[in-house]
């Protein structure tokens, strides 16, 4: 089983539009928990932390549900810049080393 | 402040040849990590680098290997290469258990 699951979409939505993604992981023993965001053919760059509590940054909203090991984004009023792939990412400390571990990722087109 | 740097940006290998990567980790990161992002897949986790040493090793033959220099840059070798080694090699840089930041990445072509 892999240790980051998403649907890889791809997700086509119009401008304006509020669009949701969906991950789990399979580990417990997870910590930390990410949002990443990357374009094509650049490289991922952090988008937002992931917290039990929820948290927001501006039109975008992570949560997380440590019971269901589920983790989630939700983009509000799309914008044609957001188009990019979403990628899920946990970190766990595993024998001497912090260790990101990346869903497959999510293809976003916001489309005028 | 200059971000994560990779070297080469892009090359072209032949089957069973060997190639070396670098990267430079962001000013005042002590860490490195090398990840492989193969076209359509998330990045896999390749090895970490801390202290000179490897810490953690991913679900990579032998052929990968690495090295931290005292300075934290860091080289990926890769040797006998396959057709399937083809992919995005990004490094990211970090202090120790804080956020992980990517450079631009190498993109291998073997052929």
């Known amino acids: 089983r892999k240790e980051v699951e998403q649907d890889p979409g791809p997700f086509n939505v119009p401008e304006g539009a509020t669009v949701a993604f969906n991950c789990t992981y399979s580990?417990?023993?997870?910590?930390?928990f990410f949002w990443y965001r990357q374009d094509c053919r650049k490289e991922p760059k952090l988008l937002m932390s992931v917290y039990s509590s929820g948290n927001e940054d501006g039109r975008f909203t992570a949560q997380l549900n440590r019971a269901s090991q589920y983790i989630s984004l939700l983009i509000r009023d799309s914008k044609l810049s957001d188009s990019a792939t979403y990628l899920c990412v946990v970190r766990r400390y595993q024998t001497g080393a912090n260790n990101l571990f990346f869903g497959t990722g999510t293809r976003l087109t916001v489309i005028p | 402040d200059a971000g994560v740097t990779q070297s080469p940006t892009h090359l072209i290998k032949t089957r069973g040849q060997q190639v070396t990567l670098r990267c430079s980790p962001k000013?005042?990161?002590?860490?490195v990590s090398w990840y492989q992002q193969a076209l359509g897949q998330g990045p896999q986790f390749i090895f970490q680098?801390?202290?000179?040493?490897?810490?953690q090793r991913g679900n990579f033959p032998d052929r990968f290997s690495g090295h931290q220099f005292p300075n934290y840059s860091s080289e990926l070798n890769v040797n006998a290469l396959l057709l399937g080694d083809s992919a995005l090699y990004l490094c990211?840089?970090?202090?120790?258990?804080?956020?992980?930041?990517f450079g631009p990445g190498t993109r291998l072509t073997v052929l």
């Open positions: 680098y801390y202290e000179e040493e490897e810490r």
């Open positions: 580990n417990s023993a997870s910590q930390s």
């Open positions: 990211a840089s970090s202090s120790w258990s804080d956020t992980q930041y």
């Open positions: 000013s005042g990161h002590d860490t």
